[in-house]
């Protein structure tokens, strides 16, 4: 076959010079509708919060349209606060873990075991609250200290060490707590400041607990240190690119023991929290705090491979679910159906952030 049999023929009625503007215009097209997609990945790769922020939002305005004012209440949407306030606390622990492209599997192990330390060391051993409460937060520390030292130097997968001390901390929780609960009343009488973070106050009809105003005071610190501080950005450094990171002069190891170890006080901080939310030590209590801490991080626009995400966002994904949960129960529907939609919600997250993976790759 000839060149000018082979060569591509325009229509009858159409130049080549009419092909080509078509052929030019279809290629602007395309890469029109390429760069708007790009920057959609863009704008969503530098604002992780958008999404889970639209979804909380739209959530709120369904279900306030379905129920009124009934759930548009003062009460009601504080309620919500007080709800998510352990998996608030627990989540932003699991936040700075997973922007280190790790996961934290004990942090409710590690929260009720520490609340079992307040608690004994002060019933058991005769020692005022407020030391047994320090003792408490510092075993939480040393429990996540213990986490970085066999993730950073004996450089173990996180998901294997978090699986394994995940049941050596609940053993050990419950070994040392002999199965015994202490009683609300008893520590009403004799050590109030374990039940701080339950104690109420009123704002107009709105009824907050120091437990909420605590978890919103330590994500929205959490938020100022990873965004404006020099720790925060090594923090996500390491989660993006730990072999740049470390050439780049920032101190691997160092950041994951110092990640690692406040992720554990947090999740101290939780357990006496947990405390004051149901009025008691119970050895027991919490055991879902891990699954739900990695729902919220997830709903929540953190990127679960690391370098990317706001702490913001675990917030969002932690309201998404009180408010799904409140409101469905509202509604007067089955609960299954609040995990259906969790579980949807989980799915979505993670494919929208493998999208935005791939497009700013």
Known sequence: MSDA???????????????????????AEFDEDSSFSNKIQSWLHSTPAAVPMFVLVMAVIIFGLILGSKFFSPFALTLILQQVMIVGITASAQTLVILTAGIDLSVGAIMVFSSVIMGQFTFRYGLPAEISIALGLAAGAGMGFINGVLVAYLRLPPFIVTLGTWQIFLAANFLYSANETIRSQEIAEQAPALQFFGEKFKIGGAVFTYGAVAMLVIVF????????????????????DPEAAELS????KNVLIQ??????????FAGWALIGRIGSVSPTSGQNANIESITAVAIGGISLFGGRGSILGALAGGLIVGVFSLGLRMIGTDPQWTYLL???LIIFAVTIDQWIRKGTA
């Open 342 to 344: 969790i579980g949807a």
């Open 5 to 27: 049999e082979s060569a591509p023929r325009a229509p009858a009625n159409q130049s080549y010079e009419d092909v080509l503007k078509d052929a030019e215009t279809t290629v």
């Open 259 to 268: 990640v690692y170890c406040l992720a554990g006080l947090i999740c101290a």
């Open 249 to 252: 002069g920032v101190k691997v």
């Open 221 to 240: 610190l959490l938020a100022y240190v990873l965004r404006s501080t020099a720790w925060g950005r090594h923090v996500y450094a390491v989660g993006d």
